[in-house]
Structures are given as C-alpha cells and as structure tokens.
Nanobody, 122 residues
C-alpha cells in the first residue's frame, strides 16, 4: 500500500511562488501516473498537472500552463509542483494522487494524499 503526504502549502501574496512536495512511501511502483489536483472552496476538485513516473511526460491544465511545473524525483519517491506567479484564484487545497490514469480524471487515481492548503491574498 502506498501512502502520499503533501507539504509546502501556505499563505502567500499574489505573484509569489511556492514549491509543493508529495512524498510517497510504501511499495514501489513502476507503471504509474502521479498528479496534482486542487479544490477551491465551494468548487469541485479539478486537475492541475500530471507526470508519468517512468518517462516523465507532463500534462497541464490550461489554467496553470506556463506558471506551474510538475516534476518528480524517482530516487526519493517525491513529486513536486513548482507554482509561480500565484493568483488569488489559485487558492485551494492541493492534492497529490497516484494511479494508472487517464491523467486528467479523478477516477484514474486510487491513492490520494490529505492535501496541503495554498492561500493567495491579493
């Protein structure tokens, strides 16, 4: 069983940057996709970015493309999300997840972390 723990969220100002981390522990995995979703208050959880664990192919939602960068460190079993030029509308709980895909769909992931809060003030 794999456990995922996110960290790195916080309260920042518009235009600031953060690096979110997700540590995976438990059994090793090979064929997998890891991703970030986020959920703002009163809204449904939405896809942010995904990366294939083996070859590092990246996918982004249109709303974050060019500002967010997803990466992974296979040796450390860590997933990252570099978030730049933050906007108030980026305020949400950010979740990492592991699954087989499809990369942009919640049902493609069967293991989720507890989330880390990102709050962006204007």
């Amino acid at each position: 069983q794999v456990q995922l723990v996110e960290s790195g969220g916080g309260l920042v100002q518009s235009g600031d940057s953060l690096r979110l981390s997700c540590e995976a522990s438990g059994r090793t995995f090979s064929r997998a996709v890891m991703c970030w979703f986020r959920q703002a208050p009163g809204k449904e959880r939405e896809f942010v970015a995904a990366i294939t664990w083996i070859d590092g192919r990246r996918f982004y939602s249109d709303s974050v493309k060019g500002r967010f960068t997803i990466s992974r460190d296979n040796a450390k079993n860590r997933l990252y999300l570099q978030v730049n030029s933050l906007k108030p509308e980026d305020t949400a709980v950010y979740y990492c997840a592991l699954g087989d895909g499809p990369y942009a769909k919640e049902f493609g992931y069967n293991t989720w972390g507890q989330g880390t809060q990102v709050t962006v003030s204007s």
